[in-house]
């Protein structure tokens, strides 16, 4: 073996540089982090073709001193670490005194800063990690940095890029994290010359999420907000009806730093159960701000990895803020921006964040998104605080108060929470006055078609549902709050079936779980099971093809949590419970679940298909010409 040999800087930071840079977008990110942290309010990024020949940054941050400029470069030079104890409480992007060397080991940066209040500016040039020429220049406040031929002195990384294409997508997403973790600083981004997207800076979450993801996805997003002692989550997730085919468009944050996670990403799909198709995704921009010290931020050169120190409160957080708005969800907010701001932000122009034209975006609206502006608060809500009797007045005699809109009475009240009315009179006022404010628009159905669609009119829209699916959710949503166990029947004569072996196993194995959802089994003779209490929603007839589709679900064995089994089962008692196309139904069991859908409290089946579509009087003038 040779000798132990000190490798010269140079070829360390080249090493050095495979981790931090690891295409052209990296250095728009390590760049773009260093205006953040100099205090810019202003950035703006331009690249040609693929980044990899042209990357030009401009700030007005803090701009460098002559003296600082010349060490900029080299590795370990930082402005932002001190000592050891610093390492703890990290409040910039950077602090490794990294990123400038390993980029400047690998290509041919131009540095022209001029330090705030300095007279004048100074100009770098760097050569293959050594500054070749330094002299003053006159130049505004903050700094430019010019970086060309990034890997002209590595072919084998420069072999790794792939087409300008992918890397100037990679480029434009970087700038684009970057861009959208800092709302308030303003970010102009092109390529070619051509402008991608520019950010207001005007400090809102929203303008970024319109300028930077376009309108199409800022339509369908609701805000959220919640937050611990010990850390805090902002931001947006989409409407349920806005899923995507995959997760590009989830975006975290981690005190201002954009981070992947597989952690928030499940955390945030766990709360769409339920109410998203199978295979569609969420979108999101959620921005997590915990204290310093409860992340550790340096797991990864390019810092896009992180480790909480309790993950399980951070999920917790994530899950039960976002599962918390899409439970109040009533309207998709609609991101308002004045007329100066929209023209100003104008719609990102590349085609890498392709937003619909809003004729486009209506059309498809009209049926996806059942008519946002007229989603009114549900009238048959959870029971709220008018509700229940104040503790003093709770054996005093109830007045009667009707809440329940016109509709006809049924025995069997399948949807809507029983409540007690409210016992004193200013609470009757009180509770009349909060329906009043909440009253649900007036309901009528004219009738059901194809034996599977309910037609209704509610005030002046036209709305077809689909009778099963909403029904269906009512059930689920029933089932799903009930707090004690569910309802059971006990079968006059127990229904008897013959599962196939590995059902029969299925069955033993989850014997405790079918108990507690309602069903009654037992081992009846050599092959045979008696099903002697079934769900008090599922009629006799259905016991057995339950079972056999619940046995299907459950199938997965240990894989299935205990908690999706019960949500399976209770998705198959919901769907056996409910109203079936292709059979008609009694006006007033017709009734109750277009009234639940006209209230907007029920929007998807269980399995996240939406139960309406709607047309507005409006369209239908215009489409018979009636209006222009
Ligand atoms: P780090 O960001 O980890 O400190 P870098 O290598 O990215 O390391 O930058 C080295 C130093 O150069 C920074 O600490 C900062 O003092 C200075 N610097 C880099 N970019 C800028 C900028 N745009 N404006 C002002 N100072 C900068
Ligand atoms: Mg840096």
Redesign the pocket.
Known sequence: MTRINILPPLVADMIAAGEVVERPASVIK??M???F??G?KKVTVEFKSGGATYIK?S?D????SPE?AGI??TRH?????HDEKGLEAIG???????????IAAVSHIELI?REKGAPEGVRVTVRAGDIVDMSPCGCPE??T?IVRDIFHNTPARLKFLKSDRSEASACIAAAMHCSLGRPEVSVRLKRDGEEVFFTPGDGREESAVYALLGRETAHGMLPVSGKTEAMSVTGFTSSPAFGRGNRANQHFYCNGRYIKSVLLQAAVEQAYKNTLLTGKFPSCVLYLELSRGAVDVNVHPAKTEVKFSDEKKVFDLVYQTVRACLEAERKPLEIRLSEGTKKAVSEPKSDFFRSMPAEEYRAKAVFQNAAPERRAAPVFRAPTEYDRPLPAEREKPAAAVNFAPKVSASPKNDAFPAFSPPPARENVEKAVENVEKISAPACRVIGEALDTYIIAEIDDELMLIDKHAAHERMIFDRLKTQERQIMSQTLLAPVIIRPTAEDAEIMDKNSALLDEMGFEVEPFGQSSYAVRAVPDDVDVSEAASALEEICEKLRGGDKVSAESARDEILHTVACKAAIKAGRRHDISELERVACAVASGEVRYCPHGRPVSARLTKKQLDKFFSRIV
């Open positions: 390590e760049l982090e260093n205006s942290d100099a810019a940054i700030d941050g803090c701009g460098m600082d900029a470069f030079a930082t402005s932002k670490l910039t992007m950077g602090f490794r005194g990294e990123a400038l060397a390993a800063t903050g700094t940095m």
